[in-house]
């Protein structure tokens, strides 16, 4: 008896399943509330960091390469509530990427991107391989899980071969909404519908598609890497014509005519560190981010080098002689653009609030002289002040250049007690006989 009440206590006291997260639709809430999966978000808002954040709703990013990196930046953009996500990747999980982030045990065998994508319940999925009975009883953890607000595309497929290049660009091209027909007057929208990609694939022939699939479509991405002994990387933005390609300046092993593959040693394998492949995708998504929401400065290029806790920032120009015509092209492309451009307006400098809103209700209103147009601190040049209100002193009063020197000179005169400079000099000239 007792043990069945003992039983029968711990099957009520067990946890249930986690109760599932409702989606949100419409207008993310602000409302500061435990059940907002959006308030700590939508503060940044609030602190005058993020102009709009709800932006990121609209929001498409292609992630290639779902490893270490890959699968951690998904995550965090999932988690920033990012609205649409593309993955690719050709690999499946193994036991051996356990030592990272995002990834469990059950999930091995899985391919990486139905793992990352797929909400419970999707098993049999093209694309996954190997069933694994396990799964029926733990799904698991995934994107869709975590945010059902995202729509996650996966691809399962190798970007780097012929036939994978032409796919990985149709589906950055692909259900591309256009907001109009093009005209000979407006030039025709940029094919992607991807914001931005993020490269995080760990060799050159990868990186290449990617760098050639952007420069076809002038497609500003992202570029990671983590070395081999696992304690540096680094990450770098690419925008076709304005800064270097990934052909621009391309790794010494390739400059030197290497062969990558042939690097790769038998029972040899890079290391890897969750730490270093964090911070990197910690960079990656956090730059992403400000680029697309439009908040703070990113570095054309970030490294980190672990073992000395440096992490240098700089510039990569194009490069004039890079082997790629399309990048060559882009190039000239940026620069007739630039030239073509109208001078920049002199510098509005536009008072930020300090907070969007406040509560004790202050508002602040336009000096235009319109009703109820009072308040602010003091009237900017030319423009009409309040009735009853005016300068200390007058406009029509102010005093020439000349008349003002020449006040100043008197102050100065004042200040020694009334004598000039020459009587100054005078007077110490008569002390020193
Ligand atoms: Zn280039």
Redesign the pocket.
């Known amino acids: 008896m007792r043990a069945l009440a003992a039983k029968l206590e711990a099957a009520t006291a067990a946890p249930g399943p986690a109760p599932a997260r409702p989606r949100v639709v419409g207008a993310l809430s602000a409302a500061v509330v435990d059940s907002n999966p959006y308030s700590r978000l939508m503060a940044l808002q609030r602190m005058g960091i993020v102009k709009d954040y709800e932006r990121i709703r609209g929001v498409t990013i292609a992630i290639v390469g779902v490893g270490g990196v890959g699968s951690v930046a998904a995550e965090m953009l999932t988690r920033c509530g990012v609205g649409r996500l593309l993955l690719f990747d050709y690999d499946t999980v193994e036991l051996a990427n356990m030592n990272r982030l995002f990834f469990t045990p059950d999930q091995a065998g899985m391919t990486k991107t139905a793992a990352a994508a797929k909400v419970g319940g999707g098993w049999g999925v093209a694309g996954w391989p190997r069933a694994n009975p396990s799964h029926l009883l733990s799904p698991p953890q995934t994107l869709a899980n975590i945010n059902p607000d995202v729509a996650v595309e996966a691809y399962h497929m190798n970007v780097a071969t012929v036939a994978g290049f032409d796919a990985f660009k149709a589906a950055i091209c692909r259900a591309r909404e256009r907001a109009a027909a093009p005209t000979d007057a407006a030039p025709p929208p940029a094919p992607s519908r991807v914001d931005l990609i993020l490269s995080c694939v760990d060799n050159y022939e990868a990186r290449m598609t990617v760098?050639q699939v952007a420069?076809e479509l002038a497609q500003p991405w992202l570029e990671s890497g983590v070395s081999e002994d696992a304690v540096s990387g680094h990450i770098q933005l690419l925008v076709p014509g304005a800064t270097?390609?990934?052909?621009?300046v391309p790794p010494l092993v390739v400059a030197s005519g290497i062969d990558e593959r042939t690097l790769k040693r038998e029972g040899v394998c890079a290391a890897s560190l969750p730490t270093t492949m964090g911070v990197i995708a910690g960079l990656l998504v956090q730059a992403a981010l400000k680029r697309v929401l439009s908040f703070g400065a990113v570095s054309g290029y970030l490294g980190y080098s672990s073992l000395t806790d440096f992490f240098p920032a700089l510039d990569i120009k194009?490069?004039p002689g890079?082997?790629?015509p399309a990048?060559?092209a882009?190039?000239a492309a940026h620069a007739a653009a630039a030239a073509a451009a109208p001078p920049p307006p002199p510098a509005a400098v536009e008072a930020a609030p300090e907070h969007e809103d406040n509560e004790w209700g202050i508002e602040c209103t336009a000096d235009d002289g319109g009703e109820g147009g009072g308040g602010g601190s003091g009237g900017g040049e030319g423009r009409p002040l309040p009735a009853g209100v005016e300068y200390s002193l007058p406009a029509a009063a102010a005093p020439a250049p000349a008349a003002l020197a020449a006040a100043t000179a008197a102050a100065a005169a004042d200040a020694h007690g009334g004598a000039g400079v020459d009587d100054l000099m005078a007077q110490l000239q008569a002390l020193g006989r």
């Open positions: 760098n420069l270097a390609c990934f052909a621009c194009p490069n890079c082997l790629n990048c060559v882009a190039q």
